[in-house]
Antibody, heavy 120, light 111 residues
């Protein structure tokens, strides 16, 4: 059974870079697409972007200039980097799997989420 | 401001049928399939409906999805207290090289 687990700092200073990693267990990362989604406190879901195992990426146009998603197949992990963060980037960050039999943009497996606060 | 518009809240009594709407445009819902997610507060979202009207294994047939033009709907029949959650629609938007968009979410209360 495939499981996802986010990891990374829970507190990031303004103007610095937010870095998170998602570890895939119970299956290979060398298939599907791998996605980051965030949810500000009390608000809705915000798609950040995804990466295919081949390395092809797609990003939210509103975040594209600040976002990089990468994959490390040797570690069965994929990562998110969001630079120049502000308080508006405070959110629960989820990693998720797409591209399964449910469709390219249907996310069928999710991590539990990790809260990231941007504050000095 | 979300690209897809959902009512902020919906409610019903046990056993009732409720529907949640999701309004989009020609660049998203009209051209692409719609997915729905259920999120119980404090937990990660769960895929509820995919490809507009298909249920993943394990999702009861009380949940159904449909689409017409630029709008989609999620229907829940035989409402149960366990259905109390936030519901989000999502689809692909063809603008700006394409990207995933979500609705703002609908909080369903079972009275």
């Amino acid at each position: 059974q495939v499981q996802l687990q986010e990891s990374g700092p829970g507190l990031v200073k303004p103007a610095e870079t937010l870095s998170l990693t998602c570890t895939v267990s119970g299956g290979s990362i060398s298939s599907y697409s791998w996605t980051w989604i965030r949810q500000p406190p009390g608000k809705g879901l915000d798609w950040i972007g995804y990466i295919y195992y081949s390395g092809t990426t797609s990003y939210n146009p509103s975040l594209k200039s600040r976002v990089t998603i990468s994959v490390d197949s040797s570690k069965n992990q994929f990562s998110l980097r969001l630079n120049s963060v502000t308080a508006a980037d405070t959110a629960v960050y989820y990693c998720a799997r797409g591209g399964s039999k449910y469709g390219s943009d249907a996310f069928d497996i999710w991590g539990q989420g990790t809260m990231v606060i941007v504050s000095s | 401001q979300s690209v897809l518009t959902q009512p902020p809240s919906a409610s019903g009594t046990p056993g009732q049928r409720v529907t949640i709407s999701c309004s989009g445009s020609r660049s998203n819902i009209a051209r692409n399939t719609v997915n729905w997610y259920q999120q119980v507060p404090g937990t990660a979202p769960k895929l509820l409906i995919y490809s507009t009207n298909q249920r993943p294994s394990g999702v009861p047939d009380r949940f159904s999805g449909s689409k017409s033009g630029t709008s989609a709907s999620l229907a829940i029949s035989g409402l149960q207290s366990a259905d109390e959650a936030d519901y989000y629609c999502s689809t692909w938007d063809d603008n700006m090289n394409g990207h995933v968009v979500f609705g703002g979410g609908t909080k369903l209360t079972v009275l």
